[in-house]
T-cell receptor, first 115, second 110 residues
Framework: EAGVAQSPRYKIIEKRQSVAFWCNPI?????LYWYQQILGQGPKLLIQ????????DSQLPKDRFSAERLKGVDSTLKIQPAKLEDSAVYLC?????????????FGPGTRLTVL | AQRVTQPEKLLSVFKGAPVELKCNYS??????LFWYVQYSRQRLQLLLR??SRESIKGFTADLNKGETSFHLKKPFAQEEDSAMYYC????????????FGKGTRLSVIA
């Protein structure tokens, strides 16, 4: 099966600019996660979707970050305006709800550099 | 709040030597524990989970609830085991977010 797709793979912007990332999960996977991975750290959850509903966004900095999954398939994550500390790899992951075993399938990530 | 600690940032071993990557967690409930691995230029992928009690690529991990540990072990390291290893915790079974440790880079020297 095709894996989780993300684009772009790399993005360089200046602080205060906006940026958007796109994720296409594995077909049929109802659950979608966005994680932020800062250099030297493990991934940290930003938001979890179940179909097109938000399950957990408690760690999403909502003053500048937003995410949507309008049709329950693709998802976009936006940062506006970006800060230097947003430089990180943004990982998208998906999992099939019926398995319930918590295996998450990760995309290749988008590496964001904020100058 | 749940937390996962991997005390070693880097672990270097010789080929054929035993490997143990340490993982400790803090959580008051009964979590699920996982090891994820990221090989060079590849995506993060599941290596093994405690509920399945299986050995993958020669690696095993036993959940010790008394010591709140989930150390990853392999009796004889291979060069292809060189990678970044992340221990992760889920609060409960089902589709729940993972809490990751900072990771340990394993380097197997020929």
């Amino acid at each position: 099966e095709a894996g989780v797709a993300q684009s772009p793979r790399y993005k360089i912007i200046e602080k205060r600019q906006s940026v958007a990332f796109w994720c296409n999960p594995i077909s049929g996977h109802a659950t979608l996660y966005w994680y932020q991975q800062i250099l030297g750290q493990g991934p940290k959850l930003l938001i979890q979707f179940q179909n097109n509903g938000v399950v957990d966004d408690s760690q999403l900095p909502k003053d500048r970050f937003s995410a949507e999954r309008l049709k329950g398939v693709d998802s976009t994550l936006k940062i506006q305006p970006a800060k230097l500390e947003d430089s990180a790899v943004y990982l998208c992951a998906s999992s099939p709800v019926h398995r319930g075993d918590n295996e998450q399938f990760f995309g290749p990530g988008t590496r964001l550099t904020v100058l | 709040a749940q937390r996962v600690t991997q005390p070693e940032k880097l672990l270097s071993v010789f080929k054929g030597a035993p490997v143990e990557l340490k993982c400790n967690y803090s959580y008051s409930g009964s979590p699920e524990l996982f090891w994820y691995v990221q090989y060079s230029r590849q995506r993060l992928q599941l290596l093994l989970r405690h509920i399945s009690r299986e050995s993958i690529k020669g690696f095993t991990a036993d959940l010790n609830k008394g010591e709140t540990s989930f150390h990853l072990k392999k009796p004889f390291a291979q060069e292809e085991d060189s990678a970044m290893y992340y221990c992760a915790l889920a609060k409960y079974s089902g589709n729940t977010p993972l809490v990751f440790g900072k990771g340990t880079r394993l380097s197997v020297i020929a």
